[in-house]
């Protein structure tokens, strides 16, 4: 038998216990549908557990890091109302916190979103549930909304506010990393044998020597591979004006392959330095 506990995300300041235990920890629902009677948030799983809460007390304690980082973890430390010295800190054994499970438990979720890194003793025995579920605006304080953009060339997928109209976190999946179809590419060895020597060529010989799911039969070479992999090698092909079939029928569009030369070199170097 599993417990759930719901917490605000917005005030987290209680963890409540539901109503009703389940078999199994997945089958806890994201939302219970009570709402917080501090600021009317809805309340949303936050940990998962075989047993109920108690007066355990639990130990926080932050794991080694470099020297230079120690003051910036200890201001950071202080924003979250732990106070320690930068004596105590330096002491792999000092505890940062102490508390039960309901303090524990939100004193890690603050840790985690800090990016701190740290080990609790005992183990904290519940499964925390809420960072892939709630994310708020960082303009407004409202909730938002799990969101999935669909885009000619990618895929935007993370969390839209749709009161500010803006995403407060995402990611972007080019779509050649989402395509798990398996394409047949088929080409004559002689032909590219034949072929001026280039640094495509150069290239397409070296990875028909390393590539494991190839077939030579007579002159042609048969390749079998994911969209990523065969994007990589079409680029050569028709670069090299080469003769080739596909199936089924490549979908992506295919930018023009470039040499990696002085030139190319140059620009990548000019472009990360924006970021400098």
């Known amino acids: 038998m599993y417990f759930g506990y719901d917490v605000c995300p917005k005030c987290m300041n209680i963890l409540i216990e539901r109503e009703q235990s389940m078999?199994?920890?997945?089958?806890?629902?994201e939302y219970s549908g009570k709402y917080c009677l501090v600021c009317g948030s809805k309340l949303v799983l936050a940990c998962v557990g075989d047993k109920?809460?108690?007066?355990?007390?639990?130990?926080i304690i932050l794991s080694e890091i470099s020297v230079s980082d120690k003051k910036d973890y200890i201001e950071i430390l202080k924003k979250l109302d732990i106070d320690i010295s930068l004596e105590e800190f330096n002491?792999?054994?000092?505890?940062?916190?102490?508390?039960?499970?309901?303090?524990?438990?939100?004193?890690?979720?603050?840790?985690?979103?800090?990016?701190?890194?740290?080990?609790?003793?005992?183990?904290?025995?519940?499964?925390r549930k809420i960072y892939n579920q709630v994310c708020f605006c960082s303009k407004c304080g409202g909730e938002t909304i799990q969101k999935i953009e669909n885009h000619k060339e990618y895929i935007k997928k993370g969390f839209y506010c749709e009161n500010c109209k803006s995403w407060e976190l995402y990611y972007s999946f080019n779509r050649l990393q989402?395509?798990?179809?398996?394409?047949?590419?088929?080409?004559?060895?002689k032909e590219i044998d034949n072929?001026?020597?280039?640094?495509?060529?150069?290239?397409?010989l070296y990875e028909l020597d390393h590539l494991s799911d190839i077939k030579e039969q007579g002159d042609e070479i048969i390749i079998l591979g994911k969209a990523e992999m065969v994007y990589d090698i079409l680029q050569k092909l028709i670069v090299m004006n080469a003769t080739y079939d596909i199936t089924p029928p490549f979908i992506h569009k295919i930018e023009k392959y470039r040499e990696f030369d002085?030139?190319?070199i140059e620009e990548i170097l000019e472009s990360n330095r924006k970021f400098l």
């Not at 078999?23 to 629902?29: A, G, K, L, S, T």
């Not at 109920?52 to 130990?59: A, K, P």
């Not at 989402?178 to 004559?188: A, M, Q």
């Open 195 to 204: 072929k001026t020597d280039s640094g495509a060529k150069s290239e397409l």
């Open 52 to 59: 109920r809460i108690d007066n355990t007390l639990y130990m």
């Open 262 to 264: 002085d030139k190319l």
């Open 178 to 189: 989402l395509d798990d179809t398996i394409y047949r590419l088929k080409f004559s060895r």
């Open 23 to 29: 078999e199994n920890e997945n089958d806890f629902e």
């Open 91 to 127: 002491n792999r054994e000092t505890v940062i916190f102490e508390g039960t499970a309901v303090d524990i438990y939100i004193k890690m979720e603050m840790l985690s979103s800090a990016g701190i890194k740290y080990t609790v003793v005992p183990k904290f025995p519940f499964a």
